[in-house]
């Protein structure tokens, strides 16, 4: 989600690359308890705020006492004294609905220290006036002048309170703000009430001794004088506060009309900031209801006032639990979610106080509600510090800040007038308590609140609620999900030793192309240079002295090296252009290898490899699911083993069963099949399926084959027949959201983009990347649509990146297979032909060509492409694997300046998470082969182990 605001940039994100930056940016440790708390406060200007924000709260708290007390302290009649003093709260919340609104443009437009520092020096006048004006004038001149004052008052916080409130995030880092709003909640409202009435009863006791003057007076002096410290301390102490100034100097010119009515328009525009304000409103609703029939419920209950006052302490109790334990309770679940959750907590418990039967119940459940309501104001003041834009905070604070007062007023009054007249209402023999079903509908209302806010503001759509809950209170939140790169498909082929994994890889290239894809054909380990060392360490036995091995913890972290730079250099770019990526192996061969052939634990793994692929995931895994006695026995005559193939055979069947459990637990991304078949009759089926994952192309239909081409092998009819062959995502949806997403490219039936990347090359690559039995021109011939001459290997090398295709109908005596060695088997670009390419440096990717095949298998130096359609191949790694750049059409490298003829598939966002779930289950029990649930999954979206650290989200997503 990305939202603007006027000329204020973005102000608020859920982009996870952004989280996660966010929060590894921050660089801070998980700290806890006092820790946490001294690691805020080592933050000068905020420890600075905090002594202010400290003193001003006793301030506060003896001001609202003392002029209370005051006021009424001018009356001898009770109902005068009990009016005057509910006359001075009643004219604190008056300017709250007047000016709050203004309130947050000055904080927003004027320097924030400044407006600090006139409010604090104009409360110091203000209530240091009423006990002077006191002294002299009459009681009814002084109680006037201190409502006036109090409204003065009221009003200098109403700016204050914004300002103050907008500064802190600004003061310490993202990731502490937590723990500092906590620190600020329990100084205002837990430490300093307590503090303000020892000190008033003290100053009642020192006076009472003394036997002259009046404690309220010495009170307000006291008071007064509270406020002229903080505002020299803000002054003189904490400068940082107008930092934002020099950032922002330009918002002065805007209009303060316009500032104001911007800040309407943000709230309403943008679902955050909407659902911040619809879960407090809702929660203060609810609150409103609860304390304005609270005496007539525990009247209900069968108590008395004593009731009343005990359940108004534990609503209390229970926002101390929420605001000090809140955040460990839920652990690392998303700010977002818990603030949507944490209303429907108290709302919800609202709604079963209506239901409470006993006064204990209802002790239990008014705790809740606090405790809910605790964490919602907690975690609101948090996220809006964190994810409101700076030039926003003000306004949205002190809109919220009015509409609390607001709809407390509102519901607080309403709720009293109604349980009046309801709660002598009986109708028939029943008697209806209208306090129960105001209680019951405050719920209602609040949990609908809650959850409208939730949907609103949710950063994990798509990420099951309930086990995301349960996952981060034990710490590992479920992950955002992770946006596919771009509009191409990623399918990864897996399997143990000799599962046929490379054959297939190259024959669904070749299919691919053949219906104008552009195939990027890659694996892992060793896709690129740098994995091409890796794959050097781990798998090379010659690498190391005799007798020393890689230990498997250095082995998994090396595998995750590679895959890494093999995402970042080679998938992701390849996907982000639209191309079908297929690679040889990924993530799930680190789990099964490293996590359960090597038991290091699988969870651990999946960590690894989220972390080292950003979360990427491939849209369908074709799991080729092969005994290891048959698998070995296939890459037997490779010659020597590599360091895995050499492993024990209990090592390759539990790496197989491994496998074969990753699958059954994610059906709808996997395809599960049985390598013992024919390899024509597994690529079938692997076609079958994804010719459903892809959008239909008109020109190429992916179920059909090409015109003028030999007939498909016919795939096995899927579903009813085949269990393993299942339906992917539909295409529709997938060929709508294409256009979306790619504008500028992605034309059915034009020129198919050359393949970008070479399956890396071995000691003996050419075999390698071949499918045995065949050699290349058989194996595309039959392998459907492509009709496959592969070309002279000399020959394509002498060309230099010649297109080294051959007519459809050419055979094996015309295509003589590339030499071991030196040569890797390229399905060609567009042509429905396999290319050989020299592993060398000099070797190009076969060009785009316009032209249909000349049907001469023989000639390639006649098909040679154009110069400038060939890009040179970067050097050839340690093992001659490499990777090249892509070539289109007119030779441009920029995806955006192509005519890119790649069909555009966008991602499919697989319903579970693998690593995650599988971190946390799996056992490796045995799984009868293919027996894979029939289960599909609606839900698109990718679910997977986040990161730790904080995960809640500040910066501006940048558009691709
Ligand atoms: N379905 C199959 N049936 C029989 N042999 C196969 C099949 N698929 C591949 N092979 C052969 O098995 C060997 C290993 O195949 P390969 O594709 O390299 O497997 P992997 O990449 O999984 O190790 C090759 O000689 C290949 O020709
Ligand atoms: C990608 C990956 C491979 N491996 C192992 C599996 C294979 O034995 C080896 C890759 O060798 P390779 O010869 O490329 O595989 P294949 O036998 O499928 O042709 O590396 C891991 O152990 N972990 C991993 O993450």
Redesign the pocket.
């Known amino acids: 989600m990305e939202c603007t605001h006027g000329r204020g940039e973005t102000a608020i994100a859920t982009h996870p690359a952004d989280d996660e930056r966010a929060a590894s940016t921050t660089g801070q440790a998980d700290l806890s308890g006092i820790a946490e708390l001294k690691a805020v406060l080592r933050f000068r200007a905020f420890r600075r705020l905090w002594i202010v924000l400290g003193f001003s709260s006793i301030g506060d708290w003896l001001g609202i006492l003392a002029t209370g007390t005051f006021a009424s302290s001018l009356f001898k009649n009770p109902v005068a004294q009990g009016a005057a003093f509910s006359g001075t709260i009643v004219v604190r919340l008056i300017p709250a609905l007047v000016l709050g609104p203004i309130a947050g443009v000055f904080a927003d437009r004027f320097d924030r220290r400044r407006t600090m520092v006139v409010c604090d020096a104009a409360r110091f006048v203000l209530y240091a006036s009423i006990p002077i004006v006191g002294t002299f004038a009459t009681t009814v001149m002084t109680a006037t002048w201190a409502a006036i004052a109090t409204f003065l008052i009221e009003t200098c916080q109403m700016m204050w309170a914004p300002a103050k409130e907008a500064s802190v995030p600004n003061l310490v880092p993202k990731a502490r703000l937590e723990k500092a709003n906590q620190l600020g909640m329990a100084t205002t409202y837990g430490v300093t009430p307590i503090l303000a009435g020892l000190v008033l009863a003290l100053l009642n006791w020192l006076i009472g001794a003394m036997g002259f003057g009046s404690s309220y007076k010495v009170a307000l002096f006291l008071n007064a004088l509270t406020y002229a410290a903080t505002a020299l301390m803000v002054w003189f102490g904490i400068r940082e506060i107008s930092g934002r100034r020099d950032k922002a100097p330009e918002k002065a010119d805007q209009g303060m009309f316009r500032q104001f009515v911007d800040g309407w328009r943000y709230i309403a525009r943008f679902p955050f900031a909407r659902g911040l304000v619809l879960g407090i409103f809702g929660a203060f609703a609810a609150a409103g209801v609860v304390v304005g029939t609270g005496r007539f419920y525990a009247k209900s209950l069968g108590g008395g006032d004593a009731s009343f006052f005990l359940l108004f302490a534990l609503l209390f109790v229970g926002l101390g639990i929420g605001i000090t334990a809140g955040p460990k309770l839920v652990g690392a679940l998303s700010r977002r979610r818990w603030f949507g959750l944490s209303i429907i907590l108290a709302t919800g418990a609202v709604g079963l106080l209506a239901l409470a039967p006993h006064l204990m119940i209802a002790c239990l459940l008014t705790v809740v509600v606090g405790a809910g309501a605790g964490m919602a104001f907690l975690n609101g003041i948090t996220l809006l510090g964190a994810e409101i834009d700076d030039a926003m905070r003000g306004r949205v604070y002190s809109f919220i800040q009015v509409s609390v007062q607001g709809v407390l007023l509102l519901t607080l009054s309403l709720s009293s007038v109604l349980v009046g007249i309801g709660s002598s209402r009986h109708i028939g023999p029943i008697s209806i308590s209208s306090t129960r079903i105001l209680l019951l509908a405050a719920g209602v209302v609040g949990v609908f609140a809650g959850y409208a806010a939730l949907k609103q503001m949710d950063d994990k759509r798509g990420v099951p609620l309930l086990p995301d809950i349960w996952s981060s209170i034990r710490g590992r939140p479920l992950g955002r999900p992770v946006p596919h790169p771009g509009p191409g498909v990623f399918v990864v082929f897996e399997?143990?030793?000799?599962?046929g994994?490379?054959t297939q890889v190259i024959k669904l290239a070749a299919w691919l192309r053949v219906h104008g894809r552009e195939a990027v054909v890659t694996?892992?380990?060793?896709a690129t240079e740098v994995g091409a060392r890796i794959?050097g360490l781990?798998?090379d036995k010659d690498a190391l002295p005799t007798g020393s091995r890689v230990s498997p913890r250095a082995?998994a972290l090396l595998?995750a090296a590679?895959?890494a730079h093999h995402v970042a250099t080679v998938v992701r770019p390849a996907l982000e252009r639209g191309a079908a990526v297929v690679s040889?192996?990924?993530?799930d061969?680190?789990l099964?290898?490293?996590g359960a052939?090597r038991t290091l634990p699988a969870e651990e793994i999946g960590w690894l490899s989220n972390w080292a692929t950003g979360g990427l995931r491939p849209d369908l895994v074709v799991l080729l699911d092969v005994d290891p006695h048959v698998g070995l026995a296939r890459?037997a005559d490779r010659g020597s083993a590599?360091?895995?193939?050499s492993e024990s055979l209990e090592f390759h069947d539990r790496v197989r069963h491994a496998f074969l459990d990753l699958a059954a637990e994610d059906p709808s991304r996997y395809l599960v099949l049985d390598a013992s078949e024919d390899p024509d009759t597994i690529a079938g089926k692997v076609r079958e399926r994804i010719g459903r994952l892809l959008p239909a192309d008109p020109e190429h239909p992916a179920e059909s084959t090409t015109p003028g081409t030999p007939p498909e092998p016919t795939p096995a009819p899927a579903d009813e027949t085949d269990p393993a062959v299942r339906p992917g995502i539909s295409i529709r949806r997938l060929g709508s959201t294409a256009h979306e997403r790619h504008p500028d490219g992605g034309h059915d039936g034009e020129t198919p983009q050359a393949t970008a990347v070479l399956p890396?090359a071995?000691t003996d690559d050419a075999t390698?990347v071949r499918p045995a039995g065949a050699d290349e021109a058989t194996l595309v011939k039959a392998d459907a649509d492509v009709a496959a001459p592969v070309a002279d290997a000399t020959a394509a090398s002498t060309a230099n990146g010649a297109d080294s295709a051959a007519s459809p109908d050419a055979d094996e005596s015309t295509a003589p297979a590339a030499g071991p060695g030196d040569t890797t088997v390229l399905p060609a670009a567009d042509t429905d032909a396999t290319s050989v390419l020299p592993a060398d440096t000099t070797s190009a990717v076969p060009a785009d060509d316009s032209k249909p095949p000349a049907g001469d298998g023989n000639a390639p130096a006649d098909r040679r492409a154009p110069a400038d359609r060939t890009s040179v191949l970067p050097a050839v790694g340690a093992d001659g694997t490499k990777v090249l750049p892509a070539v289109d059409a007119d030779g441009g490298d920029k995806p955006s300046e192509r005519s890119d003829p790649t069909t555009v598939m966008p991602a499919l966002r697989p319903a579970v998470d693998p690593w995650n779930t599988t971190a946390e289950t799996k056992m490796f029990p045995t799984v009868p082969e293919h027996a894979v649930p029939d289960r599909y999954d609606d839900d698109e979206t990718m679910i997977m182990p986040s990161g730790g650290g904080d995960l809640r989200r500040r910066k501006p997503r940048r558009r691709r």
């Open positions: 399997g143990g030793e000799g599962a994994k490379s694996r892992e380990p060793g794959r781990v798998l082995e595998y590679d895959r040889d192996r990924y993530v061969s680190s099964a290898y490293q052939g890459v590599d360091r895995l193939e890396a071995s390698e």
